[in-house]
T-cell receptor, first 117, second 110 residues
Framework: GAGVSQSPSNKVTEKGKDVELRCDPISGHTALYWYRQSLGQGLEFLIYFQGNSAPDKSGLPSDRFSAERTGGSVSTLTIQRTQQEDSAVYLC???????????????FGAGSRLTVL | RKEVEQDPGPFNVPEGATVAFNCTYSNSASQSFFWYRQDCRKEPKLLMSVYSSGNEDGRFTAQLNRASQYISLLIRDSKLSDSATYLCVVNMRGSYIPTFGRGTSLIVHP
């Protein structure tokens, strides 16, 4: 597609429920990132996928969080047993394969706003 | 100490003013630097990369000071449409995971 597509754009759930957030990156972009942004806060890195390599999960805040990327394209971020502190905007970004300088320019989706009641 | 630090502001300036933001980074192995812009309730978008020799894009000038470990963004002749949060982004050498600052809020008023 023309840009990074995320769904749902808004999700309201009850504490303890599981949620799935979807990201469809730009076609041809091999790198995919998940960040989250809480109200008034900066972007917090969650997980990074690059091609067929093992993902970098170092930013996942707890074992309730997991993500997968099927076929090197679409990614799903799953949050199990949601807590109120999980409320945030979850941003997905993609970029072209890693540059020789190690610096990837990211294109973000519009985000999924999660509210846990 | 946070890896990337920015003054959150807000910077409140009149149209036509010149305004500058700084961003400091803690890791001397940092290699690549960027400024992103984020409008209210929108996603971040790349504004410009920051090169060692400094670079300019229209009214925007970005500079890097490796010795003091900071980057700067200068906006000349501010427009109302420049109102946004400006995010400083740093990549460490060998890392493909950009680290974002919390952003500096700019409000340009008539």
């Amino acid at each position: 597609g023309a840009g990074v597509s995320q769904s749902p754009s808004n999700k309201v759930t009850e504490k303890g429920k599981d949620v799935e957030l979807r990201c469809d990156p730009i076609s041809g972009h091999t790198a995919l990132y998940w960040y989250r942004q809480s109200l008034g806060q900066g972007l917090e890195f969650l997980i990074y996928f690059q091609g067929n390599s093992a993902p970098d999960k170092s930013g996942l805040p707890s074992d309730r969080f997991s993500a997968e990327r099927t076929g090197g394209s679409v990614s799903t971020l799953t949050i199990q047993r949601t807590q109120q502190e999980d409320s945030a905007v979850y941003l997905c970004a993609s970029s072209l394969e890693r540059q020789s300088s190690g610096a990837n320019v990211l294109t973000f989706g519009a985000g999924s706003r999660l509210t846990v009641l | 100490r946070k890896e990337v630090e920015q003054d959150p502001g807000p910077f409140n300036v009149p149209e036509g003013a010149t305004v500058a933001f700084n961003c400091t980074y803690s890791n001397s192995a940092s290699q690549s630097f960027f400024w992103y812009r984020q409008d209210c309730r929108k996603e971040p978008k790349l504004l410009m990369s920051v090169y060692s020799s400094g670079n300019e894009d229209g009214r925007f000038t970005a500079q890097l000071n490796r010795a003091s470990q900071y980057i700067s963004l200068l906006i000349r002749d501010s427009k109302l449409s420049d109102s946004a949060t400006y995010l400083c982004v740093v990549n460490m050498r060998g890392s493909y995971i950009p680290t974002f600052g919390r952003g500096t809020s700019l409000i340009v008023h008539p």
